[in-house]
């Protein structure tokens, strides 16, 4: 099973800073099968990044993904007030398709 | 738009069936190759996901929970299940459906579209 350890647990910003979120994982995940999520309170996840850094529809473009191998970056560029929330990754290569604990996102 | 919606009972005995629907609209289910997942997630905490299906009926569960579930999918109904047996209070959790990516005519897991997902209690 691949895991993944997100850091920092928690980023505390302001608005209009940028934001570097790390996904690490214990083996190789091949061919950048690795997604991010964000997750607001009382809501469902969504799929922002697929394929480490394609933006999924409608996403908008301060969200950007990096990475290959095992170290993956989610950056947000220059925060907006809805942009504050719980963050995961994803892979979705090898069974169990595992995520990552999260990343929260908090007002400074 | 493809919508899913989940239902089923919000709260299950301890050693009991936990057994819920993910309905399935703007689409049908059966067109397409798609990946349908079940994931969960219990309170303050991460996800977790449970297991997929896909068109054909061919599934792919997490091992951690391989012996007690089992979904399945039917495209008259244009819905899939999840079943899963002998839950504890461990089992407690938001329990979402999802249907994976489509790129380029290809399927991947990974959930692009997730119902708004029903919190399920196991307790006596």
Do not use: H
Not at chain 1, 29 to 54: C, D, E, F, H, T
């Amino acid at each position: 099973e691949i895991v993944l350890t997100q850091s920092p647990g928690t980023l505390s910003l302001s608005p209009g800073e940028r934001a570097t979120l790390s996904c690490r994982a214990s083996q190789r995940v091949s061919s950048s099968y690795l997604a991010w999520y964000q997750q607001k309170p009382g809501q469902a996840p969504r799929l922002l990044i697929y394929g480490a850094s394609s933006r999924a529809t409608g996403i908008p473009d301060r969200f950007s993904g990096s990475g290959s191998g095992t170290d993956f970056t989610l950056t947000i560029s220059r925060l907006e007030p809805e942009d504050f929330a719980v963050y995961y990754c994803q892979q979705y290569r090898s069974s169990p398709f595992t995520f990552g604990g999260g990343t929260k996102v908090e007002i400074k | 738009q493809v919508q899913l919606q989940e239902s089923g009972p919000g709260l299950v005995k301890p050693s009991q069936t936990l057994s819920l629907t993910c309905t399935v609209s703007g689409g049908s289910i059966s067109i397409g190759s798609y990946y349908w997942s079940w994931i969960r997630q219990p309170a303050g905490k991460g996800l977790e996901w449970i297991g997929r299906i896909d068109t054909s009926g061919s599934t792919n569960y997490n091992p951690s929970l391989k012996s007690r579930v089992t979904i399945s999918v039917d495209t008259s109904k244009n819905q899939f299940s999840l079943k899963l047996s002998s839950v504890t209070a461990a089992d407690t959790a938001v329990y979402y459906c999802a249907r994976g990516l489509y790129i380029n005519y290809v399927p991947y897991v990974a959930p692009a579209y997730w119902g708004q997902g029903t919190l399920v209690t196991v307790s006596s």
